[in-house]
C-alpha cells in the first residue's frame, strides 16, 4: 500500500465542524491514548432540527464515514502520526494539502476522490438526532482520519444534500479524527498539553438551506348550459387570485391569467416559485370576462408540494377546471397582461410575479373584498 507519513504536525480540523476535534498535539502529555470503540455522534442546530425530523423515513439524512488516513501512536511525543490510504494516497495534490493542513481543501478534494473510486464507508441512517454511529475498533475503522459526508438516503453519497418537505439542505464535508482530545472546542488550542486521548467525538451538522418551491395549474373550460365545451369565437381572458390559506394573502398573494382562445379545451396556466412552506394555497376566480359567467366553485384550496406541479381541481364535482358559461353581454374581454413581470433565478427556474400598475394604465380592476 502506497502511505505518506504525517509526524507531529499540529492539524486545526474546522471543516463544516462546529466541534473541532485534533488530529495531532505537539507534547501532548495524555495520560491515555483513546483506546477503545470509535463512534461519531451527529447533532444538528437547533434551527434545523425540527424540521429534518419531519424528513420522510425514504429520505432521512445518512452520514458516510469514509476512512482517509491511518494513525499510529508516536510513543515518544504521545501523540500521533498518520498516513494516507489509497486511493487517497496516490492523489499528489491531496497528499499536499493533508501535509499542509489545509482541511476545507483536503475535505473537497476527498469527496472528488469518493466520486470517481469505489471505497468502504460506514452509513448510518440518522433516523433521530444525537445518533451515535460506530466504527470498528481494529482493522479499516480503527485510529485515523475520517471524511464524513451527510446526504439524503436517495441521494449520491457525494451529493451532499437533503430535502425536507419544505427546505433543502446543501453539506459540506466534514474531516474529524479519532482519537481525538477530551474537551476540546472550537476555542481551545490544539497543541494543548493537557486532556487525554477520548476515542468519541461529537459534530454538530452545519448546513445551509433554502427554501423550496412547488407549483399549480389552473385549468379554464368554456362550456354550454348542458356543461359541453363550447367557445364563443370571440377569446376572453380570466383571471385569478391566489394567496396562501392560512392568512388569506399576508404571505403569500400573486396573479394568475388564462387566455382562452378555443384552441385548447381545458386551456391551462402554470403559476411557478410558490414557497412550498406555505402549506397550500385558495385560488379564486375574481374575473370571468365579459362574456362569460361563472359555474360552479368560485374558490378552490389546493396542498402545495416541492418540486412539483399540483392540479387545482374542483373539490365538489372532481374535475380540473373552472368553468364558465357564455351571457349575452356581446362585450369582449381584456387582458390583463401589463400586470406580469417574467421572473428567473440562478436555477434556471421561471416564474410571473404580479406586479400592481396604476388603475388608468390597466382595463381590469381587482374587486373590492366583500
Not at 502529555?29 to 442546530?45: L, Q, R, Y
Request: negative net charge.
Amino acid at each position: 500500500m502506497h502511505t505518506q507519513k504525517y509526524s507531529r504536525k499540529p492539524l486545526i480540523l474546522a471543516v463544516c465542524l462546529l466541534v473541532t476535534l485534533a488530529l495531532t498535539g505537539v507534547a501532548a502529555w495524555a495520560d491515555e491514548w483513546g483506546s477503545g470503540d470509535k463512534t461519531v455522534t451527529v447533532s444538528a442546530t437547533d434551527e434545523f432540527a425540527e424540521d429534518i425530523a419531519t424528513i420522510p423515513e425514504a429520505d432521512k439524512i445518512v452520514v458516510d464515514v469514509i476512512k482517509i488516513a491511518s494513525a499510529t501512536r508516536n510513543s515518544q511525543y504521545l501523540t500521533y502520526d498518520y498516513a494516507l490510504v489509497e486511493p487517497f494516497a496516490s492523489d499528489a495534490e491531496l497528499a499536499g494539502l493533508f501535509a499542509d493542513g489545509k482541511w476545507a481543501d483536503v475535505a473537497d478534494k476527498a469527496v472528488e476522490i469518493v466520486k470517481n473510486s469505489s471505497v468502504p464507508s460506514v452509513n448510518t441512517v440518522i433516523k433521530d438526532l444525537d445518533t451515535e454511529i460506530p466504527l470498528n475498533s481494529e482493522g479499516d475503522y480503527g485510529d485515523g482520519v475520517y471524511l464524513v459526508l451527510p446526504h439524503g438516503a436517495s441521494q449520491e453519497v457525494t451529493a451532499l444534500k437533503a430535502y425536507s418537505a419544505v427546505y433543502e439542505y446543501i453539506f459540506n464535508p466534514s474531516i474529524i479524527a479519532l482519537p481525538t482530545k477530551d474537551g476540546v472546542d472550537e476555542n481551545s488550542a490544539l497543541n494543548s498539553a493537557y486532556g487525554a486521548w477520548v476515542p468519541k467525538a461529537n459534530i454538530v451538522f452545519k448546513a445551509t438551506r433554502e427554501p423550496r418551491f412547488g407549483s399549480i395549474e389552473i385549468f379554464k373550460m368554456c362550456v354550454d348550459e348542458g356543461g359541453n365545451a363550447s367557445f364563443s369565437g370571440e377569446p376572453e381572458t380570466f383571471v385569478f387570485l391566489v394567496t396562501d390559506t392560512a392568512t388569506g394573502g399576508e404571505v403569500y398573494k400573486n396573479y394568475a391569467s388564462i387566455y382562452y382562445d378555443g384552441t385548447a379545451s381545458p386551456a391551462s396556466t402554470i403559476l411557478n416559485h410558490i414557497p412550498a412552506g406555505i402549506g397550500s394555497v385558495t385560488v379564486e376566480e375574481v374575473y370571468s370576462g365579459a362574456r362569460h359567467e361563472l359555474t360552479g366553485q368560485k374558490t378552490q384550496e389546493v396542498e402545495l408540494k416541492a418540486g412539483e406541479i399540483v392540479p387545482v381541481v374542483d373539490s365538489e364535482n372532481g374535475f380540473e377546471h373552472f368553468s364558465n358559461v357564455p351571457n349575452d353581454s356581446g362585450k369582449p374581454g381584456h387582458g390583463i397582461e401589463n400586470h406580469f413581470v417574467y421572473k428567473t433565478d440562478e436555477g434556471g427556474g421561471a416564474w410571473s410575479e404580479w406586479i400592481p400598475t396604476p388603475k388608468e394604465e390597466t382595463n381590469y380592476t381587482e374587486p373590492a373584498a366583500e
